[in-house]
Each structure stands twice: as structure tokens, then as C-alpha cells.
């Protein structure tokens, strides 16, 4: 595999470029810099999908990348959106969630835990709702109102996949909503669908030209108001929040590799090898998947692969290629967590692999599991998705009417509303135990738990008495809480990004151990330092 090639041997690798989505490129990012140490010379311009699969067509690079395939037509231009002849092969690289960044503050302080349904994001991005103390947000929010404060919708302004992803999204779920803006903005006359490009819609929107200046905007001081959407990792470079999402079950959940991976067990993957739509996906099951883990919004982006020689790919560049898309279908999917994506599963990294083997000059191999160390893959049930097998359930404070569960007051300075929580409890023994608490908001700790076993199915990994968190050293987030309060069932995946640098280089994984330590061992010492002061005034106070 290409993880074990030595730097002796990589000056045959012959310098590739690709170029295309926003959305997947802070993998991609990562996957060339960990190439880069193997002496491997990658390059890609993140300039968009549009742009990605244009260049491609024109033979400007070695590779596209894209969130969705090629359209025919545009139907905002008219123009051809095909490869012009060029033969190709589509494969998916990497899932995630196109997530809704914000900035809204209450009491001078960063609001983080926003809670939006479809249909109120659907109206916020067609100019129907406009403020955040609109009724239907407080609705969302279990009547906490918002502070009446304008919202400034971010788009982009270039041909964007994730402008893809998200009205088709919408002209799916939202036909009644999205077709009529869609007639009147987008390409009048023509069958209501999606857009890679998205239009200005009032004199408060604002476009941005990437994922990255659309996080670089929202994130700013003078954003107050804003909310734009982009793929989770953005936000998690940041250390923003993102609006847990409405999903079919009716619970509120953020786009974490767990919730990704559930959901796209629902996605319908294009089988039939002898179309030119091969592996791509339909979501619509992925829209209404049941299950309460879901984030509606999760899909794959896909790179596009030359199947022939030409003026622009040699064999040397397709060796390159080859050994590029072998790492990233690989080792490199263990990247994917902890940038805010979600790792693919076997069906797709094996299929991965034959597309790999229509490249001119890549070396063919074939996919060995037990030595690609994907979190989704699980020796013991190689057709399963243990990513998704084990993802957490969302805490009761995280549904409808419930919650929301990080409480605190309203928009206008009153007290916060009371509902359910849930609180987990970890025995000495390794016994974990769930019950309800009293408030939604301060979450008391249930009691009378059943045991269910405090070791973490994905790493076999013992849960911390005194934090009640085990955290996934392959993604480096908490996977479980038996933190007190009604969302102690599940870590933030924003928070850890505090440890992070925007950056996504070669640190990864230092700063992921450095979580781990900081998670497992110091509110561990704090705890016992605690016991300790307590039993000295305890004993004092008996005179002893």
C-alpha cells in the first residue's frame, strides 16, 4: 500500500494537480500533506465543483472534484456541464455534512446551541424569515425566543457543489418553499431542481466565494446575524457552532462523523458499472432515515478520474494518481473524523479501488481491510458500518419539545424553559446506567440506570470514572457523556476544535492525543484533589 512506500523509492512520482470542491477540501488538504512526506508532489486549487469539473473537461488538471456529477446542461447558463469526451470515472472520497454556521450572540456571549428545522432554514435561505426572533425559531428553540436581531443570510457566488447539496436538499423536502423562489431567482421557467449557483436574494444577503470565505465572514467580528452554510469542518476550524438540524425522527443533531455515517446507511449508490453515473448517490433515504442519530444533510463528494491517456495524463501521472487515491481510501479516511468529515465504509472504499484500476499506469492492488485502519470497518462484521453501529444515541433534550439542552435564558433576558433531560451514570465496576432527570436545562443525574457496560465499542476502551467520557482516539471526540445535565449524553464536536489550529497539517494527531490526555486525566486529578481538600475540612471540622 502506498503508506508503506519508502522516500527512497518516491522520485519516480511524477507531480499531479487537481482542482474543484470547496466542500472536501480540507481533506484533501491533509491527504496531500501526509503524500507530501512520502515524497509524493500533489497540488489542487480549490476553486469549486463548477469550476473543478470544467477544468477537467478542458484537461486543465489531473483530477476533479466534485459533490455532485456532471449536469448536462446548467440550467441557470444553459451551458454543457460534460466532460467534453474526456473519459472518466467518478469515486467518492469522503463524506460529511454541509452544516449552518452562525453568529449570533445573546448576553454578550456566542450562542451554541441553535436548533433549526427544514423548513425554517429552507425559509431563512428564501428570504421568508428574516429575524431571529421570528416565531417559528422560538418553535424550534421550545419557545426560548432569540433576541430580535436581523438575519444575514452568507451564500456563494461562485458554482458551488455545496449550493448543490443544499437546494437539492430543498427541492426535495421543500418543493411548496424552494420552487417558487426557485422560478422567480434561480431560472425562471425552467423545472424547479438544484443550483450550484446560488442567488443574492435581498440587500441582506451576502456572497462569499468559498467554503473558506464563507466561514472567514461568518466568524468575524462584525458578522452578528449571520448564518451560511458550509461543509462542518469550516466551522470546527473556527470553533463556531452550527445549528443542530431537525432530522425525520425529530430529534435535533450536528453533523459529527457518527450522524454522517447513519445517515448515508440510507443512501441508494448508483450499482450498474456500465453507467456513467457509477457510485453515484441518491439521498432522498438519507433526507427521511428514522433513525434519531441522522443528519439529514450528509453526502459524499466524489473525485473524477481520467480512464484514458491524453495530452494532459501520462502513465507517470497516473502511477501518481494511483498511489495518491490508494492512501486516501485507506489510511487517510482515519484523517476524516477529526476534520469534521466522516470516514467512507468498505462497499465504497472497495469500489474505490476498482476505479483506481481504470487509471492509465496506477498500480493495481487490491484492498486489504485488516490493513486500511478505517474506523468503519469492523473484522468481525466486514458488511457493516461500525462508525454507524456505534454512534451514540441523541440525549431527550435534543427532541421536540424538549430542551434545548444546554438551557440558559431567553433572547430577552428571562428564564430559561424547563423540560426533560437525560443523564448517565458510570459504576465502579465498568456499569453504566441511563435515567431521566428533573430539568432540562441543569439535567440532575438520572438514577436507577441498567447497566449496559462503560467500555467504548469502537475502541474497547474503559470509561473514566471521574469524567464519565471515552473518547475515540480514531476521531478524537467523546463518543458518550455521564456528564450531569440534559446533554451530557453526547459530547460538542465544536468545543474540541478549541485545541485545534485552522491549520490541517501534520499536528492532527498530536493535538488529538493532546485531547485525549487533557479529556481522561486532568478533570481525573481535579476530582481527586477535590476528595482530598474535602476529607481535610471533614476532619477538621470533628476536631481531629
Request: negative net charge; aromatic residues 8%.
Amino acid at each position: 500500500m502506498f503508506g508503506a512506500v519508502s522516500p527512497a523509492s518516491a522520485d519516480a512520482y511524477y507531480p499531479i494537480a487537481g482542482s474543484g470542491s470547496t466542500w472536501s477540501a480540507n481533506a484533501i488538504s491533509q491527504w496531500i500533506s501526509d503524500a507530501k512526506t512520502f515524497g509524493l508532489p500533489v497540488s489542487y486549487t480549490s476553486n469549486g465543483s463548477s469550476a473543478g469539473r470544467l477544468d477537467f473537461a478542458n484537461k486543465l488538471n489531473d483530477f476533479g472534484v466534485s459533490e455532485i456529477p456532471y449536469q448536462g446542461t446548467d440550467p441557470l447558463t444553459g451551458n454543457a456541464d460534460n466532460s467534453h469526451g474526456r473519459p472518466f470515472a467518478y469515486m467518492p472520497i469522503v463524506a460529511g455534512g454541509t452544516s449552518f454556521m452562525y453568529h449570533l450572540t445573546v448576553g454578550g456571549q456566542l450562542l451554541r446551541d441553535l436548533r433549526l428545522s427544514g423548513q425554517t432554514i429552507t425559509k431563512i435561505f428564501t428570504g421568508q424569515i428574516t429575524d431571529w426572533s421570528d416565531d417559528a425559531i422560538t418553535a424550534d428553540n421550545n419557545g426560548r425566543k432569540l433576541p430580535k436581531k436581523k438575519i444575514v443570510p452568507v451564500v456563494r457566488s461562485d458554482g458551488s457543489g455545496t449550493s448543490a447539496q443544499f437546494s437539492l436538499w430543498m427541492s426535495k423536502q421543500y418543493k411548496d418553499i424552494w420552487c417558487p423562489f426557485f422560478d422567480a431567482k434561480v431560472a425562471p421557467g425552467k423545472p424547479c431542481g438544484l443550483t450550484s449557483n446560488y442567488p443574492t436574494f435581498s440587500g441582506d444577503t451576502v456572497a462569499q466565494g468559498s467554503s473558506v470565505q464563507m466561514a472567514g465572514y461568518i466568524s468575524a467580528e462584525y458578522a452578528e446575524g449571520a448564518i451560511g452554510y458550509v461543509e462542518y469542518s469550516y466551522a470546527r476550524s473556527k470553533n463556531f457552532p452550527v445549528a443542530k438540524m431537525l432530522n425525520a425522527s425529530g430529534y435535533f443533531v450536528e453533523p459529527t462523523d457518527y450522524n454522517v455515517a447513519v445517515a448515508l446507511t440510507q443512501a441508494q449508490i448508483n450499482q450498474q458499472k456500465d453507467s456513467d453515473l457509477y457510485l453515484t448517490q441518491v439521498l432522498d433515504g438519507v433526507y427521511s432515515n428514522q433513525d434519531p442519530r441522522t443528519y439529514p444533510l450528509s453526502s459524499y463528494s466524489y473525485m473524477i478520474l481520467p480512464t484514458s491517456l491524453d495530452q494532459r495524463i501520462t502513465a507517470d501521472k497516473g502511477r501518481s494518481l494511483g498511489a495518491f487515491a490508494h492512501y486516501f481510501l485507506c489510511q487517510g479516511q482515519r484523517k476524516a473524523g477529526p476534520l469534521g468529515y466522516s470516514p467512507l465504509p468498505l462497499n465504497l472504499v472497495q469500489a474505490g479501488f476498482d476505479q483506481v484500476a481504470k487509471v492509465p499506469g496506477a498500480e493495481q492492488q487490491q484492498l486489504n481491510p485488516s490493513g486500511c485502519d478505517n474506523p468503519t470497518f469492523d473484522p468481525a462484521d466486514p458488511g457493516s458500518n461500525r462508525l454507524a453501529k456505534t454512534a451514540p444515541m441523541p440525549p431527550a433534550c435534543d427532541h421536540t419539545g424538549q430542551g434545548p439542552c444546554a438551557g440558559g435564558g431567553t433572547g430577552d433576558g428571562s428564564a430559561g424553559n424547563t423540560g426533560t433531560g437525560t443523564g448517565q451514570g458510570t459504576g465502579q465496576g465498568g456499569n453504566a446506567g441511563q435515567g431521566t432527570g428533573s430539568d432540562g436545562n441543569s439535567g440532575q443525574q438520572g438514577q436507577n440506570g441498567t447497566g449496559t457496560g462503560a467500555v467504548d465499542p469502537v475502541t474497547g476502551q474503559t470509561v473514566d470514572p471521574a469524567t464519565g467520557e471515552a473518547v475515540d482516539p480514531a476521531t478524537g471526540q467523546v463518543i458518550g457523556s455521564t456528564r450531569k445535565g440534559g446533554s451530557g449524553a453526547v459530547g460538542s464536536a465544536t468545543e474540541l476544535a478549541a485545541l485545534r489550529s485552522e491549520s490541517t497539517d501534520t499536528t492532527l494527531g498530536v493535538l488529538a492525543a493532546v485531547e485525549l490526555v487533557l479529556v481522561l486525566v486532568v478533570p481525573a486529578f481535579v476530582a481527586r484533589q477535590i476528595g482530598r481538600r474535602r476529607g481535610r475540612r471533614a476532619a477538621e471540622g470533628n476536631g481531629e
